[in-house]
């Protein structure tokens, strides 16, 4: 069974797949159309004129993806179907809405503009009737459920191991424990995805992320009190602090990095100057899937 749902600032319409209740949106046979279709390539192609074949393609970048979803309205009265005709033109916004199917493999979503919600001539004749939405996902990429890892500033131990007798396994373990201020950050998908990162104070004067595995860095110098978070999308290299202040400029070293489809990459957490608090660094990644 595939549910689909529109998520709008003031609503949350849910359309099953399955008729679990005698009223409701329900979805039709085959009704989700290309929302699991590869986009387009935009990409040009440059024939040779004077030899075969085409000049060749650095980069095959993908388009927009266009997505319709037809189902129908059941209810019990014509005022129910004039209200559900009401809450089904509402989906329409007029800012992005988020789109979410929920298929028996995963959950996946994405972030689309309402183009056209189309409805019979005349909603209030009978208690059901069919309807579409069409819809344009501008990122291609269809998204899984995020996934978050933490970790603190990086501490060495002070804990010393002594062997116990003669059994080489055991030891007396005296003191805490270090941290290394490294997690490890997977995707899951098919696609390369830009993880999103997280930082709280206190730090005196920013911080460094530098993703071991493939050897960038972003470099982030401007004091982050206690209590204040600094957040940085990689995908557009913009950062705020707290939700609100853009401080994108105090990025001085801009190494983003994806996260390749079915890839784990190190990423290491330092701090800059002194240290208050009990900073954390977070990193959030959503599994891409084309």
Known sequence: MTNVKFITPADTLEISGAATTPTGYFLAQFGLLDWYAGAESKSSINERPQSMGAFGISNDWASSVAISTKGSFDGDSLADAIAAAERLSAIAAGVPVQMVVVDPLRTTSRWVSVRRVTLPPDVGAFASFDFSIDVIATDPLRYGDPVTSSTGIPVSGGGLLWPLGTTPSAFWDWGDDGASGR????????????????????????????NVSTGQSIRFVRPIPVGSSVSINQRTGSASIDGQSDVGGFITERGFFAIPAGATHQVQFAGLGAVTGTPQFTVTLSPGYL
């Open 183 to 210: 997690i490890s950050v997977t995707n899951v998908g098919t696609a390369d995805v830009w993880p999103s990162i997280t930082v709280t104070g206190g730090l005196a004067e920013g911080f460094v992320v530098t």
